[in-house]
């Protein structure tokens, strides 16, 4: 059975609470290291936002807990999170839309 969330992990919270968990980004850290980001979960976190900008998806429900280590988009709302995973899922596999994502991060100062 194919994960939807894949490569994401979701984990159950309390109250309905959920975490949308991703850290498989060593391929992509020195990339986004010369690109004066940390290569980590901040950057990914980064990216996301500006992502989901510059494409006009706002997501109420997602607030972000991210580690250097480990990007971290918690909601109640698992079709928003869905929609995360899937914007990471799009970000890995389009050079370009990294690229863009991280200019439009920088230019707007929370490129991290």
């Avoid at 490569?7 to 309390?14: N, S, T, Y």
């Amino acid at each position: 059975m194919k994960n939807e969330l894949s490569p994401c992990l979701l984990v159950e919270g309390l109250n309905g609470e959920h975490s949308l968990l991703f850290s498989d980004f060593d391929g992509y850290s020195d990339y986004i290291e010369n690109r004066s980001g940390h290569g980590g979960g901040y950057s990914w976190e980064s990216m996301v936002k500006a992502t989901l900008e510059i494409f006009n998806r706002d997501l109420q429900s997602i607030s972000y807990d991210s580690e250097a280590g480990m990007f971290v988009a918690v909601s109640n709302n698992k079709h928003e999170l869905k929609i995360i995973s899937q914007t990471i899922r799009d970000l890995m596999g389009s050079p370009e839309l990294m690229d863009r994502a991280i200019s439009f991060a920088l230019d707007k100062g929370y490129f991290r």
